[in-house]
């Protein structure tokens, strides 16, 4: 099992930042990536970045540009840098893990934290 905890969501006004950060405990081993998801009030959860344990990084076309996913390996942490927020980005942040043998990410089987809020006021 893999135990995820996110920190660092809050409130800020649109044009500001934040910085997620996600550390994972348990059976690192068997963490193929980590990401994350974010859902907003009456949506689905969606995918935002994610990072390989090589080091791959991709972003959702929302994200491109303004945020930045990395990890710190000795830390087993994944952060998401959030620049230049719009209103459009509040939700739950959700830090997600995926498991070596699913070849794809899956709501379903992914590994969860259990979400922190980001609120961007306009």
């Known amino acids: 099992q893999v135990q995820l905890v996110e920190s660092g969501g809050g409130l800020v006004q649109a044009g500001g930042s934040l910085r997620l950060s996600c550390a994972a405990s348990?059976?690192?081993?068997?963490?193929?990536?980590m990401g994350w998801y974010r859902q907003a009030p009456g949506k689905q959860r969606d995918l935002v970045a994610t990072?390989?344990?090589?080091?791959?990084?991709n972003y959702a076309d929302s994200a491109k540009g303004r945020f930045t996913i990395s990890r710190a390996n000795a830390k087993n942490t994944v952060y998401l840098q959030m620049n230049s927020l719009k209103p459009e980005d509040t939700g739950v942040y959700y830090c997600a893990a995926r498991r070596v043998q699913d070849s794809t990410w899956t709501l379903a089987s992914n590994y969860w934290g259990q979400g922190t809020q980001v609120t961007v006021s306009s």
């Open positions: 990072i390989t344990s090589g080091g791959l990084t």
């Open positions: 348990g059976s690192i081993s068997s963490i193929a990536a």
